[in-house]
């Protein structure tokens, strides 16, 4: 069901539903990395981000319908959380598909700071691209939480979107 940590975004190769982070930190770490590392490969070039880049849905049932509609949820909750601190833009979103999406001038800034303790590449941004092609979750969890503190001491207070 979760896709993006074997190989590529665009690889099938998915895990299975037993091997998803069991909670909602864990997943939204997960996307985060995943959405922030696959911007970051691709600035500045906006894309379309949908769930189905992350979320298997030929291979669930209708018995995961729920897991399923959980993870849609946190996918969606992401991106707009993401949005609402100053990490990315996006220009409008349908469904689960959000549409010009762009790191930020800050989001950019915080991807190309180097990691805390070393002061030679490769920077968080190019660390979470190269996350996204292997399976290590702790790492790229890892990454997140560091991307994120550095991110509450340079960007100011959240504040909603409205979209």
Known sequence: MFKGLAGSLKDKNLHSINALPSNNIEL???????????????FPLPL???AERFLDYKNLGPSNRDALEKEETLFLATVKW???VGYIHFDGMSGVSFFE???TNSGLLILRAFPEGKDTAPTIGEKLS???K???????R??????LGLGSRMISPMTRSGI
Request: hydrophobic share 40%; aromatic share 8%.
């Open 101 to 103: 999406v762009v790191l």
């Open 28 to 42: 939204f770490d997960c996307y985060t990395g995943l959405i922030l590392g696959h911007l970051y490969h691709n």
């Open 134 to 140: 292997d399976e290590n979750t702790d790492e790229l």
């Open 142 to 147: 890892g990454l997140v939480t560091e991307a």
């Open 82 to 84: 993401l949005a609402d």
């Open 130 to 132: 190269h996350c996204t």
């Open 48 to 50: 379309t981000l949908t």
